[in-house]
């Protein structure tokens, strides 16, 4: 079964996270070719995600 592009996105953006840069870079990337359930998903996985890194906070203005 193929994977998921919400959850190749998922373990991009974890690869990347240490450099904030580089994940925003990621996610604008992702929230172009995400579904929009997909986006509805990510959203709240990140918000998870970053409440241990807030320095990757900024980058949640692009899916908004």
Excluded: G, H
């Excluded at 990337?29 to 959203?43: F, G, N, T």
């Amino acid at each position: 079964m193929p994977r998921s592009m919400y959850s190749y996105t998922k373990s991009i953006l974890e690869r990347v996270s240490f450099d904030p840069k580089l994940f925003c870079k990621e996610l604008e990337k992702a929230v172009r070719s995400l579904l929009p359930y997909e986006i509805d998903q990510l959203r709240d996985w990140l918000l998870q995600f970053t409440e241990e890194k807030p320095e990757l906070r900024q980058c949640m203005i692009y899916i908004n």
